[in-house]
């Protein structure tokens, strides 16, 4: 999905905004942020219930007369009940695992949220964006399949900037991946952080880069 000119354009906001800011900014996106196995099984019995209602409906009935053995047995028509029913449900979920947009159709939208704030306070951790020494970590974070964002802050800078602003923030940045593209939502937040947290946060002289600018892809 990105580019390499992408990844230069974002690597080149973060350089940018950390001439400006104390602020170490770093920018990932991932691919998904959670594993949402309910969804495949919701889809996989939502299909095998409609596979049963189309077979009930075109399996011919066969009037039969009292004393009548001509008919077909029910356990047959059972049987050929359960094998579509399970045919639809293995199907069901198979396209689900195959088809990111019909697997996020099962998926609460709560649920959604959730994984996506747990995956990027992980990533918070691992990629050591807690751990500058004045405290100035900034993360900003979107998962493609959920479409989400999550611009998560440091002590210090989370003081600065206000949980409320950082909020807005998230939500402006997610409004331009609507309007325009990924990469040009991404550089926009990380220019505005440039401007805001350089006035709040100013650069250094002595200022040391501790975190990687480059974009961070997590398949």
């Known amino acids: 999905m990105f580019s390499p000119e992408d990844h230069q354009a974002i ?18 996106v991932a691919n998904v942020s959670g594993r949402y196995d309910r969804a495949e099984d919701s889809a996989g019995l939502w299909l095998g219930l409609i596979a049963f209602i189309i077979t009930w409906a075109m399996y011919p009935t066969v009037p039969v007369e009292v004393g009548d053995w001509s008919g077909s047995h029910p356990v047959a028509q059972l049987a050929a ?39 990027a306070r992980a990533i918070f951790f691992d990629k050591r964006v807690h751990h500058t020494a004045d405290a100035t970590g900034v993360l900003i974070y979107f998962s ?15 003081d600065l900037l206000g949980q409320e602003r950082i909020n807005e ?30 006035k709040l946060l100013p650069r250094q002289a002595d200022d040391i880069n501790e975190l990687s600018d480059a974009l961070i892809i997590i398949e």
């Open 11 to 28: 690597t080149s906001a973060v350089v940018a905004a950390e001439k400006k800011t104390a602020a170490e900014i770093v920018s990932v």
């Open 81 to 119: 009940y359960v094998v579509v029913i399970v045919v639809g449900y293995i199907l069901g979920a198979s396209l689900a695992t195959q088809i990111p947009g019909l697997r996020r159709l099962f998926t609460p939208a709560e649920q959604m949220s959730d994984e996506t704030w747990k995956a």
């Open 144 to 158: 493609l399949y959920e479409h989400r964002a999550v611009i998560l802050a440091d002590q210090n800078a989370l």
């Open 169 to 198: 923030l998230c939500r402006e940045m997610i409004e331009q991946v609507k309007s325009s593209n990924l990469t040009d939502a991404m550089t926009k937040t990380i220019e505005t952080l440039g401007n805001e947290l350089g």
